[in-house]
């Protein structure tokens, strides 16, 4: 059963009921006790995707991790290969 959005249209009280669809919209505002109370039209329920399996990277094919591994080990090549081709002693300050 769905939860309906309702507000009164004399004092302004807003809430929530939880009622069936083939329910009639209740009138009678439980703060004021009026039949001003109006059914507000909402946005629907969402979606949520909650747990494994719901992620794109979840469903990645095998050679597409492969090759991010790849990617991943060339790139840590490259800066260890960097680091170590720098010259000890080196300083870029200029003041002597």
Known sequence: MPTYDYE?????????????IK???????????KNTAKRLIGAGGTIIFRGPGFYVTDYRSESYKKAAKADAEAA???RKEKTESKPAGTSSGGAK
Do not use: R, T, V
Not at 8 to 20: I, N, R, T, V
Not at 23 to 33: H, M, W
């Open 23 to 33: 329910a009639e919209p209740e009138k009678k505002c439980p703060a004021c006790g």
């Open 76 to 78: 840590s090549a490259a």
């Open 8 to 20: 009164c249209s004399a004092c302004g009280h807003k809430y929530e009921l939880f009622q069936s």
